[in-house]
């Protein structure tokens, strides 16, 4: 499901929630920070992001203390893709934030992987991956807004930081080679994108600690497909996929941490005579009982934040 490449994100997640508040009061700040992923589903993505922070509406008030514009770039290697990423965050108010960001990248095939195709039907109802390596480019525009609250700003203490996040993004993805009515495979995953919009949630509730655990909580996600397609109820296009993980991060030292995270996700369930069909839009999904639940991945992240 398109739930897998959203990993790499929720544990970069993780990490900032691990360091709120973080933001400067005074003048510009700069961060540069790596990021190390792997997954027991043989992922593996390194990233870089170069972030630079800009106060305003600085006050004696907890709720323009610290406010600032963030601008962030970087790039996302993994064995099968490249992207690109930039983002603007703006905190107007110390528990809210609007953003506004954009991606690029493609992909390319290896024997235990591909990175990019084209998922066509095939007769018999399978699927048939076409494409060659750099076959297009897959570019992302996204907007959303992200609620942030640390009980610790009403009962001050170091042991009172029980958190809650909550994001929501509207985005916009394509492949450039595709046209609308195309499915497509990037990074590894079951193939069923299609350029158009999309719409994705998480909710995270932990407890910050001050000791080398610093941080653990459960992380509660969700996609959905806004684009319109004929009849996609009949293979469950329509549904909201869902993923929850219990999440922890552990400070090393100040500059390098580890994260972990165990997720469970929901997958349809298809009746018996379609579900081991190759191609995702000829399966049919049960009239009743459309979901269960089951075992996803653990996942390990490394960050190192350079500066």
């Known amino acids: 499901m398109k739930a897998r490449r959203n990993v790499f994100a929720a544990c970069i997640y993780l990490v900032v929630v691990a360091a709120l508040p973080c933001q400067e009061k005074t003048g510009a700040s700069e961060q540069v920070k790596l990021t190390a992923t792997a997954t027991t589903k043989g992922e593996l993505k390194l990233s870089g992001l170069y972030s630079i922070s800009f106060p305003f509406l600085q006050g ?46 493609t992909g390319w095939n290896i024997p235990i992987a591909d990175g990019l195709r084209k998922n066509n039907p095939a007769k018999d109802h399978e699927q048939e991956l076409v494409g060659d390596a750099f076959d297009g480019v897959v570019w992302m525009g996204k907007g959303g807004s992200l609620f942030q609250f640390d009980t610790a700003a009403i009962v001050p203490g170091e042991w009172n930081h029980v958190v809650f996040q909550t994001t929501h993004v509207l985005w916009y993805r394509s492949l450039t080679s595709a ?24 909710y995270f509730v932990g407890y910050k600690m001050p000791i080398k655990l610093n941080l653990a909580g459960i992380l509660l996600e969700q996609e959905l497909n806004l684009y319109t397609e004929a009849d996609r109820d009949l293979w469950g296009d329509d549904l909201s996929r869902w993923t929850v993980g219990a999440m922890a991060n552990y400070a090393i030292t100040d500059r390098l941490s580890l994260a972990t995270l165990v997720q469970w996700r929901t997958v349809r369930n298809f009746t018996d005579d379609t579900k081991d069909y190759g191609f995702y839009q000829d399966r049919r999904i049960q009239d009743s009982d459309q979901r269960s639940f089951e075992f996803y991945r653990a996942v390990l992240t490394a960050t190192w934040l350079i500066r």
């Open 60 to 105: 004696s008030s907890f709720l323009t203390d610290g406010n600032n514009i963030k601008l962030s770039m970087g790039a996302e290697l993994s064995p099968v893709s490249a992207n690109t990423i930039a983002e603007i965050r703006l905190t107007p108010i110390a528990f809210l934030q609007f953003f506004t960001g954009a991606s690029a990248g």
């Open 179 to 202: 046209s609308s009515k195309e499915s497509w495979l990037y990074e590894a995953d079951q193939g069923e994108n299609r350029n158009g919009w999309n719409y994705y949630a998480n």
